[in-house]
């Protein structure tokens, strides 16, 4: 068997089309321009080529953007203050630290600093509490990108076995709880799990959010099955020329193409639906700061 490929490059695009018709009524119909802040710290540059891309990104679509450069030796303070300033700004509806942040800085400080209203990560933790008791708010980015991807596909997610593997805050708890809301028996694993292979193969959709370069292989996964690919990790390519590189998932994309009914690939899959889900987001805590219900096409 040969699966589907998951385009999410594709339905990325489709997504950003979407918001920006629903920004272009904001504005005509409410004199709304929603807003994004995104913040960097220091000079990682993976993270660049995503703060650049979302910034832009956030201007197709009509949104204000905004993009804030700190040195990666900026003190914790400034950094609190800028959140400060940007939650009292009324042309701001979103704030996005990018992550990773440099070690002196404290994560945790910086996501509590965020507004909830603006937190558009769904980072901090009133809007964790809100996604787990299905009250309206942003939902994490990527878990919605996933879910986006999985009910595009399957349609209904009822009654179907999930297998996440791994359990950050970022990705695996929130995607369970996205997975819980469809129906679907959830089983976290992660790097206790005992016979992970097995656990892998009983799963109908698989969620592989783990950070090691293809760790799960073609003969885990069952005949059929949906896999989602959330890893992003670079690899020596020498194939390709001395000292070069190229970008895998979490999953033996070779192999297990041959097992899954449909899978998604790095780069093209989940990717880009976390840009184009933050977007949704801002339009979401953009709707909710006006007193308006948010689009239901953008949401969980
Ligand atoms: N504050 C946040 N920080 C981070 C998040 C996040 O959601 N919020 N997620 C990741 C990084 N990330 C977004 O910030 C992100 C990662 C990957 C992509 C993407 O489009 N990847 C492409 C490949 C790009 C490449 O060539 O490197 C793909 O998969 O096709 C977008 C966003 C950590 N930090």
Known sequence: ?????????????GLRGRIADHVSRLKSDHGITPGLAV???GHDPASQVYVTNKAKQTAEVGMASFKHELSAEVPEGDLLELIARLNGDDTVHGILVQMPVPDHIDANKVINA????KDVDCFTPANVGKLVIGLPGPVSCTPLGCLMLLRDQLGSLSGLNAVIVGRSNLVGKPMAQLLLRDNCTVTMAHSRTRDLSEVVHAADIVIAAVGRPQMIKGDWIRPGATVIDVGINRIPAPERGEGKTRLV???EFASASQAAG???PVPGGVGPMTIACLLANTITTASLINGLVPPRDLTA
Request: glycine residues 8%.
């Open 249 to 251: 998932g979490d999953v």
């Open 262 to 264: 449909a899978i998604t």
């Open 39 to 41: 913040v960097i710290v």
């Open 114 to 117: 965020i507004a909830p209203s």
């Open 1 to 13: 068997m040969s699966a589907t490929v998951i385009d999410g490059k594709r339905f990325a695009e």
